[in-house]
């Protein structure tokens, strides 16, 4: 049932007494970095000590701008030769940011990563394919170690496998290939279980994941400046996201008051390494929104649950006076038998009125149909979009395969207005 039955299964208030211990280890670890060694707040929490873990609240949060403006060796706590690994941010908003691991971060995560897969109910009989990029991405490497530990078979690519790694929008391109190649993944693969990740998707999308490769899929969570995947992950329940909090201490916060949400409410994911040498990092704010998840999982596992991500508060635009989220789009899309892979929100000025224009793909059969069937079809997403994002939308149809693909993790707002 469990990787490490005893650690997942802690008590709370055992979970949070170790809490405390390895914040004041990462605290004294963390104060020989350049950057936490000015912060004041920390060398007197170093004196004074940290009882409950609401203290944590006393520290300063840290930044992605943090992180970049002390680059490179900033935030670096432990001697340059023990730093054995250098990952860094994909680059989901501007500059990249590095992360240094020595030995022990490395096998740490490994372990969190063996941890999250064996919870998703991956065994050391499944043989694994990761399609996920190995570079400064930490979705190659991560996944590799940890399915290692695990001790599945890992395989760059082949027949036979039984549990992939995607980014969600690259499985419905991959789906694509596959019905051009007259196969079906129902049938014609073993894959019975898939863990995407990396991306934010929605709940429909995973659904639509399920039905097309007839398999479990698992949602994943990482960030770069927490190791990578293996921070939150989705046990066999599906009902969300356990986040090991014996690695991490897991705030949500208010974005605009910087105070901690009521229990359930949506905020700022805010994180704490407790188990990092190289480079630990304190309360960084990762723009992630997201709430806990009430009441007890099934599977016996202590550590809170998360739900899946709506969105980074960066990806929120505003258009019309109205705030929208491009995954409540992707909600409306994604349950429509008729809608393809793939979409984008295309943000312009025309004739000096600012317009919401979303590109959606429309499924090979169906796109064939008469123009009558696409007017019709047009309407309707147009009607069942305005309704959830209160914008009126102009809705673009256009054939499977059309909208350029990103490299990675897609991108699916442009936003081309006069500013
Ligand atoms: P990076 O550090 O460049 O790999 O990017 C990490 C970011 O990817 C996170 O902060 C999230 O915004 C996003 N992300 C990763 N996993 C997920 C997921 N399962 N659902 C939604 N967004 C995700
Ligand atoms: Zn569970």
Redesign the pocket.
Known sequence: MYWEKEIETLERKDLEKLQVERLMKTLNQAVHSPYYGRVPEIRKAIKTGINLIEQIRELPFTTKDDLRNDFPWGFLASDKRDVVRLHS????TGNPTAVYHNKHDLNSWANLMARSLFAAGVRDTDVFQNMAGYGL???GLGFQYGVEMLGCLSIPAGAGTTVAHAIPSYLGRLYDVFKEEGLDPRKDTKLHTLV??????TEEHRLRIQEMFGVKAY???????MN??GVAFECTEQNG?HIWEDAFIVEIIDPITLKPVADGEIGELVMTTLDRQAMPVIRYR???LTRFLPGECKCGRTHRRLD??AG?SDDMFIIKGCNVFPMQIEGVLMKLPEVGEDYRILLETIDDQDEMIVEVEVKKDWFKGDLSFLDKLQKHITHLVRDEVLVRPLIKLVEPGSIPKNEG?AVRVFDHRKK
Do not use: Y
């Not at 941010?89 to 989901?92: A, L």
């Not at 995407?196 to 998707?201: M, N, R, Y």
């Not at 949602?219 to 400046?225: I, M, P, R, V």
């Open positions: 941010s994909s680059g989901t991405f930490t979705g995407i990740g990396a991306e934010p998707h949602n994943s969570f990482g960030l770069s400046e990578g995947p996201l990762t723009r992630d899946r991500i980074r993790k």
